[in-house]
């Protein structure tokens, strides 16, 4: 049920003012009819959220599960620039990821801001090349997926003849660049790599992403994904026995994440799912124990 939309321009959103907005829904329709408040992960929100938390004891905050996994595929697919000793080793390993997403985001521009480019390419594909806003969620991984889907297409388009146009033209530079990735096996294996290990983390914010209820199953849901993204990682590399660095810095940035927005809240909900205490459930994945014997959810 939509209760009300604050027009906030102007104001300065401390999390004072947050946490006032919060408090008068929360009165107006009982406290007690409230278990829980959700928002962003900006400082100013959690704020807001801990002050909710102090007035009412038996209301949890909790930051929003989707901006938790889309912080989490930022902070792999675009590593900001080393100020720390733990940034500069993040930055080493996964700073690839952020060249080839500026590779594709190159080819797509080069085709997209050209109507004769465009109407090349659409000559070979059905589907389109996607333009999306960096403020959506997962937007590298959405733009690899569809690029693996027109990889076809795209390879026709730079062999065709209407390619051979562009190699005296004042572009050609550039459409040499978009041919030599094009038919690049090695840079179609980086994007197929990509897309394959964040598939887990892609999914599971799929899920969240809707107006399904889904508390109980968020606990689960993180450890899951995490076992899924080490199997999908430790394969690619052929890894065994040793320890894979990659994966270390991608498991560190996950659990930091979720170590941030993980409360009691998510863990009674899981202990309260019948789901979780099936034979069938335990014995469906790795590290499954009885929900009695799991240090963490006591």
């Known amino acids: ?123 070979f594909s059905k589907l389109k090349l996607l333009a999306i806003a960096d403020t959506r969620f997962a937007s590298v991984v959405v733009q690899l997926k569809r690029f693996c889907m027109v990889k076809r297409a795209l390879e026709q388009m730079v062999i065709s003849e209407k390619w051979e146009s562009y190699r005296d033209g004042p572009e050609c530079g550039t459409a040499e660049f978009v041919r030599e990735k094009v038919l690049s096996a090695v840079w ?7 897309v394959d290990f964040t598939k887990p983390i892609y999914e599971m914010l799929r899920v969240a992403d809707t107006d399904t209820p889904c508390l109980h199953l968020i606990y689960e849901m993180w450890d899951s994904m995490i076992e899924k993204v080490k199997k999908t990682i430790y394969q690619h590399e052929e890894e065994e026995s040793e320890e894979s660095t990659f994966y270390n810095v991608v498991h560190s940035i996950l659990v930091n994440h979720w170590a941030k927005g993980n409360t009691p809240l998510h863990c009674l909900a899981h202990s309260l799912n019948p789901r979780y205490y099936s034979e069938q459930w335990i014995n469906g994945g790795v590290g499954r124990v009885r929900l009695r014997k799991d240090a963490e959810i006591s």
């Open 188 to 194: 179609w294996c980086k994007v197929k790599y990509i």
């Open 1 to 123: 049920m939509f209760l009300r939309a604050v027009n906030a321009e102007g104001e300065i959103k401390s999390k004072e003012y947050i946490a006032e907005k919060l408090i008068s829904v929360i009165e107006e329709v009982g406290s007690r009819n409230v278990v829980q408040v959700i928002t962003d992960n900006a400082s100013n929100c959690k704020g807001a959220g801990l002050i909710v938390q102090q007035k009412y004891d038996h209301i949890f905050w909790t930051p929003c599960v989707v901006h938790t996994l889309n912080l989490a595929l930022k902070s792999i697919c675009a590593p900001k620039t080393p100020r720390t000793e733990e940034d500069e080793v993040i930055f080493q390993e996964c700073h690839w990821i952020s060249l080839v997403a500026a590779d594709a985001n190159r080819i797509k521009n080069f085709i997209m801001n050209h109507g004769m480019r465009l109407s090349m390419f659409n000559e």
